[in-house]
């Protein structure tokens, strides 16, 4: 069956460092994954998704960028975070584009 | 383009009463429709989706759903609640012709009293 990781669960960072979170997916090949964002009390934001390794769609122009450098594994990273980057990032991935979406744990980002 | 509309921000209801969570869509083309579950701290999980076929679709938990094509609804029922069913939940939908863009509502928040 099909798993899908992300980590770190929880991360506090200071304004201006950098980020980097990472999603591995197991049991499926060339999987569509996805980066969302969900502020507090408020719906799904998708920022990137990818068709394939070193495919990157970006939905959302701001200081995040996204990396596939593996089949099923999908960075989400930034050079100096802002503290409107606080929220809770999930992880996905789908069989197609338009077919149901598996999501990750999350990882709950607070910046101070 | 699409969009989604979820009626109601948060859906206060008694233990084992009916709940009706309702969504709209618009769209230029035919959608694949679905509705996740969220609970607290957690990723989304799928509750059911329609791809084609019967209009009333049956998910986990005791769901379901009612796809109205003429009223472009996708409203989200369960005949008695219970506690355990408090969390926020997202109607999305995804065109099936014409390339990607899954689209998410805004969510409501079920939170089931005892």
């Known amino acids: 069956s099909q798993t899908i990781h992300q980590w770190p669960a929880t991360l506090v960072q200071p304004v201006g460092s950098p980020l980097s979170l990472e999603c591995t997916v197991e049991?499926?090949?060339?999987?569509?994954l996805y980066w969302y964002r969900q502020a507090a009390g408020r719906g799904l934001q998708l920022l990137f998704y990818?068709?394939?390794?070193?495919?990157i769609s970006s939905e959302v122009p701001q200081n995040l960028s996204a990396s596939r450098p593996q089949d099923r594994q999908f960075i989400l990273s930034s050079k100096k975070l802002l503290l409107s980057d606080s929220g809770f990032y999930l992880c996905?991935?789908?069989?197609?584009?338009?077919?149901?979406?598996?999501f990750g744990p999350g990882t709950r980002l607070l910046v101070l | 383009a699409q969009s989604v509309t979820q009626l109601d921000s948060q859906v206060p209801v008694f233990e084992e009463a009916p709940v009706e969570l309702r969504c709209n869509y618009s769209?230029?083309?035919?959608?694949?429709l679905f509705w996740y579950v969220q609970y607290p701290n957690q990723g989304l999980q799928l509750l059911l989706k329609?791809?084609?076929?019967?209009?009333l679709v049956k998910g986990i938990n005791g769901f379901e759903a009612e796809f109205n094509k003429s009223q472009t609804s996708f409203h989200l029922r369960k005949p008695s609640v219970h506690i355990s069913d408090t969390a926020e939940y997202f109607c999305a939908v995804s065109p099936f012709t014409g390339g990607f863009k899954t689209i998410f509502g805004a969510g409501t928040r079920l939170f089931v009293k005892a």
């Open positions: 769209s230029s083309v035919s959608v694949y």
């Open positions: 996905a991935w789908s069989p197609g584009l338009a077919e149901t979406q598996y």
């Open positions: 049991g499926t090949s060339n999987p569509n």
């Open positions: 990818s068709v394939g390794i070193g495919q």
């Open positions: 329609y791809l084609s076929g019967s209009t």
